[in-house]
């Protein structure tokens, strides 16, 4: 019972016992209506629908009142005593006198009365229990919160599924015969045979459903009697069976030509064709001559002979600090596999930019510099890049040969002729822009101009001139 009803109770009881003092007749409280019953056993069962009524028990001569789901004798004391620390032995005490009988107590009994009821007490009144009237319509209540959404997801660790509703997660396991991994024993489910011969099943206490009995196909039609009434003139299933064969295949032979170049092909008696004999190749030197692995990063580079030099045929692609993915735009960098890295001019004489870049005199070596090129490669130097072109027809012809055959947006396409293969992966800006992808292919030499610039190619336009040095280029290596 909760505190409010318990409060209700002891206030009821409180204020009869005061009234039994008096002789006047008290209203104690308003109820739902005071109803009798014979004995106690048949009182309804205490819900909310009955919660608030008040009932008297004739054979207990009591009154007992429904809340909180249930029954509670009015006349009872319901109030739950704490338990009391053990106290001090008390001193003995003296002989006291004899007392005097006391009076006999007074019983209580309910009598009815229009509207109500009056209590009497050793025939004196003490209260009445009056029904209450029924009170006017409550206010709307206030609208409940939305509810959360819940999801379900397969828990193949416990064999069953996580259902989570506001961040509160149950496991619902698939049961079995035998312990759940989570919750009690699970439900076995049992068959049984119907009247007409289905199976009925139910799982612990609940029926799940039906197996129906089938029953037997009946025969189907072959394929000559299909084939029959799509066309009714079949009558025959041999001649049937005859029409659905191929015609015989015809066998091909090779007969050699009399002059030995080659052989003469005939099928199903009619010539298609004839097979010459190639003829032996004049030795000579490929375009692509071969590969290399730089030994460093294990890349492969394909590598090409053009007169006497032998050069890489991709732009070199090994990453050191001031090195960057050819090809991109704006502040985005490229693809490092189909356009190699750009490089600062000192990285690619390896060194660092204190040594050797924007604003420092280098004063290399005048001999080869290996810079970062693999061994047994170098970068080559303004005047190497200067054979090549000479080699190829000087300047006016030899940006055709040289450049790829795709990916020139305003040249024209390059014939690619000596396998060169130049694309055009553009140039990064000291600002960390990168430009001209599909415009220019700009390279660097070993040479430096001044302690600002340094020498570069543009191979795939046949042009030459210089850089600032901290502009970062594509590196072709040539080997030693």
């Known amino acids: ?83 009391g620390l053990d106290g001090k032995d008390g001193k003995n005490g003296t002989d006291g006198k004899n007392g005097k009988d006391g009076k006999d107590g007074a019983s209580c009994t309910v009598t009815p009365i229009e509207n109500g009821y009056k209590v009497l007490c050793g025939g004196d009144s003490v209260g009445v229990l009056l029904n209450g009237a029924k009170g006017d319509s409550g206010a709307q209540g206030v609208q409940g919160k939305s509810g959360e959404n819940c999801t379900v997801k397969a828990n193949e660790e416990k064999n069953g599924y996580d259902l989570t509703c506001d961040g509160k997660v149950v496991t619902v396991t698939n049961g079995s015969d035998g312990e759940s991994v989570t919750d009690s024993q699970g439900e076995s489910c049992t068959g049984k045979t119907l009247e007409n011969g289905d199976i009925q099943i139910s799982c612990g206490k609940d029926f799940t459903g039906v197996l129906h009995n089938g029953t037997d196909g009946k025969e189907g039609k072959s394929a000559y009697e299909i084939a029959k009434e799509e066309d009714p003139t079949i009558t025959d299933v041999a001649s049937w069976l005859e029409s659905l064969k191929g015609n015989p295949g015809t066998s091909c032979t090779a007969t050699a030509l009399s002059d030995s170049s080659g052989f003469e092909l005939t099928c199903g008696g009619n010539v298609v064709g004839t097979i010459s004999n190639g003829k032996d190749g004049s030795d000579g030197k490929g375009f692509m001559d071969g590969w290399m692995i730089d030994s460093r990063d294990k890349q492969l580079y394909r590598v090409v002979t053009i007169g006497s030099q032998t050069w890489m045929a991709e732009n070199l692609n090994y990453k050191v600090e001031n090195s960057w993915c050819g090809g991109g735009s704006g502040a985005t960098e490229g693809d490092c596999a189909m356009y190699g890295r750009l490089y600062t001019w000192a990285a690619v004489v390896d060194k660092s930019e204190d040594e050797c870049g924007y604003g420092y005199d280098c004063h290399l070596d005048t001999g080869r510099v290996q810079g970062i090129c693999p061994d047994g490669w170098h970068v080559p130097s303004y005047s190497e890049w200067g054979i090549l072109y000479t080699e190829l027809g000087g300047i006016s012809t030899c940006g055709r040969v040289l450049r790829s055959k795709t990916g020139w947006e305003y040249e024209e396409a390059g014939t690619d002729s000596v396998g060169f293969s130049v694309l055009p992966a553009g140039i990064r800006a000291p600002n960390g822009y990168f430009d001209d992808k599909g415009v220019h292919a700009y390279m660097w030499s070993a040479t430096e101009y001044d302690d600002l610039q340094a020498y570069v190619v543009l191979p795939g336009s046949g042009a030459r001139g210089y850089s600032n040095k901290n502009n970062a280029l594509s590196v072709r290596c040539l080997k030693d």
Do not use: H, P, Q
């Open 1 to 83: 019972m909760n505190k409010l009803l318990w409060s209700s109770v002891l206030a009821l009881t409180a204020a009869a016992f005061l009234s039994a003092c008096g002789d006047e007749t008290t209203n104690i409280t308003e109820t739902t209506g005071l109803t009798s019953v014979d004995k106690f056993k048949n009182l309804a069962e205490c819900t909310a629908e009955n919660e608030g009524e008040l009932v008297y028990v004739k054979d207990s001569a009591k009154a007992y009142l429904c809340g909180a789901s249930e029954w509670t004798n009015l006349s009872a004391n319901n109030s739950d005593g704490k338990n």
